[in-house]
């Protein structure tokens, strides 16, 4: 469960100061969500308050439980570690073990021979691959997912959905998409973020009426490795 407790946050977001909350108080038990509003843009600076990676100017988050990173937005998946590198980073960070981690990664992803490698000379789609495998190691009880989760037909999508439906049983899904298909298949209520505030509803079907999916600015403008987000430093990982 994520708790917000009187949280007022004002962040700087595409070049300006953005009234993001105002005195949100709000319980989100386990369940299924999908995050929408009629601004998307500032999605990212919502799962940043509630992952924890930002703390609000006022008010404050707790979490009954682990709850994951950003998932998808895979900044850190670049430079001049190895693949290796970060998987002993987050194994240890997690308390988890590294080399069933290690397997787990090696078993997911197309050519497990990049491991080893600088991770700044990997393809993009081995970046993205690494990127979603890793996030399936820990146990997390909160899943947060911005952006599409992976939908190519291909030996990687069917093992990764198949692994992240058994990670999902009886935990707690918040996902931000502009992929409907992909929301309507995986949430069952809103988490609906309108006029400064957040508030659960149960018509999901209502909600995305409502609230339609859709690219944000951020998500528009960027193609390529700009698409990747930030670097290592931005904080992702719960830094």
Same mark, same amino acid.
């Given at each position: 469960?994520?708790h ?7 962040p ?129 009880d ?6 599409a989760?992976? @939908?190519? /037909?291909? +030996? ?5 959905? &198949?692994?992240f $439906?058994?990670? %999902?049983? !009886? ?39 409502? @609230?339609? /999916?859709? +690219? ?5 403008? &960027?193609?390529g $490795?700009d698409? %990747?987000? !930030? ?9």
């Amino acid at each position: 469960m994520i708790h917000l407790h009187g949280v007022t946050d004002e962040p700087y977001a595409f070049g300006d100061r953005q009234a993001l909350l105002s005195n949100v108080d709000i319980d989100i038990p386990v369940g299924r969500y999908a995050l929408l509003s009629p601004a998307p843009e500032l999605h990212r600076q919502i799962i940043d308050v509630m992952c924890r990676l930002r703390p609000p100017r006022q008010g404050f988050v707790t979490h009954d439980g682990s709850v994951s990173w950003a998932i998808g937005r895979q900044g850190f998946i670049r430079g001049k570690a190895s693949g290796l590198n970060i998987i002993e980073f987050v194994a240890d960070l997690y308390g988890i073990d590294p080399d069933a981690t290690f397997e787990l990664v090696a078993d997911l992803i197309s050519d497990p021979r990049v491991l080893a490698r600088p991770m700044e000379h990997w393809p993009l789609y081995l970046r993205q691959e690494f990127s979603f495998a890793l996030a399936l190691a820990p146990a997390f009880d909160v899943y947060v997912i911005e952006g599409a989760i992976p @939908f190519e /037909p291909c +030996r990687f999508t069917r093992l990764w959905l &198949s692994l992240f $439906e058994e990670r %999902l049983v !009886g935990r707690t899904l918040i996902f931000s998409s502009y992929r409907q298909n992909q929301m309507a298949d995986y949430c069952l209520k809103g988490l609906i973020y309108e006029r400064s505030t957040l508030r659960i509803e149960d018509d999901l079907d209502q909600c995305i009426r409502k @609230f339609p /999916p859709r +690219r944000s600015r951020s998500e528009s403008g &960027s193609a390529g $490795e700009d698409a %990747l987000g !930030g670097s290592f430093g931005d904080g992702q990982l719960g830094f």
